[in-house]
């Protein structure tokens, strides 16, 4: 079966500070993988998706980057964290028949302070 | 603008009563469809996927589409405790991927 990894799961982070998420997939091969965000008080929003290695799409201009150096791992990263950056961090995987799905990993969860 | 609205609730019904969700979206070229249960704390979990005019039923929940009137809903039939969470509605424009728009969910409590 097909495993999403997200670490880590909480963090704390002051303005300013620097930033990695790492996501893993288990099961399969070549996936599309997205990030989302789920801020407080609104819905979830896409950031970033990858169909392959080294292949990135940003859907919102933010002080946030993501790469894709493995086939199956997917990073998000920021060089400086922004208060507005806080929010529970959602990898996710599209699916084998890339039907439009969405399988989420446990996320993580961002406080800057 | 793309969007997905939902009712943000609480919507309280008593268990074994049906629970029924409802979500609107702004683009007519939307192709799928989608509803999330997401507990409180923990990341949202895909409920039912819905693609064509209609009712989709699976177990207890059933979905329902009306693209000419650009509405979805979800209906919970014999509603648990368990049940009690956030839904989200997601809706998807573009095929072959998972860029899905997201409503800001309904909180449904469901009381014994």
């Known amino acids: 079966s097909q495993t999403i990894h997200q670490w880590p799961a909480t963090l704390v982070q002051p303005v300013g500070s620097p930033l990695s998420l790492e996501c893993t997939v288990e099961?399969?091969?070549?996936?599309?993988l997205y990030w989302y965000r789920q801020a407080a008080g609104r819905g979830l929003q896409l950031l970033f998706y990858?169909?392959?290695?080294?292949?990135i799409s940003s859907e919102v201009p933010q002080n946030l980057s993501a790469s894709r150096p493995q086939d199956r791992q997917f990073i998000l990263s920021s060089k400086k964290l922004l208060l507005s950056d806080s929010g529970f961090y959602l990898c996710?995987?599209?699916?084998?028949?890339?039907?439009?799905?969405?399988?989420f990993g446990e996320g993580s969860r961002l406080t800057v302070l | 603008q793309k969007e997905v609205e939902q009712n943000s609730g609480p919507l309280s019904v008593p268990e074994g009563a049906i629970a029924s969700l409802n979500c609107t979206y702004s683009?007519?070229?939307?192709?799928?469809f989608f509803w999330y249960r997401q507990y409180s704390g923990k990341s949202p979990e895909l409920i039912m996927s819905?693609?064509?005019?209609g009712d989709k039923e699976d177990g207890r929940f059933t979905a329902q589409l009306n693209k000419a009137s650009q509405y979805v809903s979800l209906l919970i039939r014999d509603s648990q405790p368990s049940d009690s969470a956030t839904y989200l509605c997601?809706?998807?424009?573009?095929?072959?991927?998972?860029?899905?728009?997201f409503g800001k969910g309904t909180m449904l409590l469901v009381s014994p």
């Open positions: 683009d007519r070229v939307s192709q799928s």
């Open positions: 099961g399969t091969s070549n996936p599309n």
């Open positions: 990858s169909i392959g290695i080294g292949q």
């Open positions: 819905i693609y064509s005019n």
């Open positions: 997601a809706v998807n424009m573009r095929s072959g991927y998972s860029t899905l728009t």
């Open positions: 996710a995987w599209g699916g084998f028949a890339n039907t439009g799905e969405l399988f």
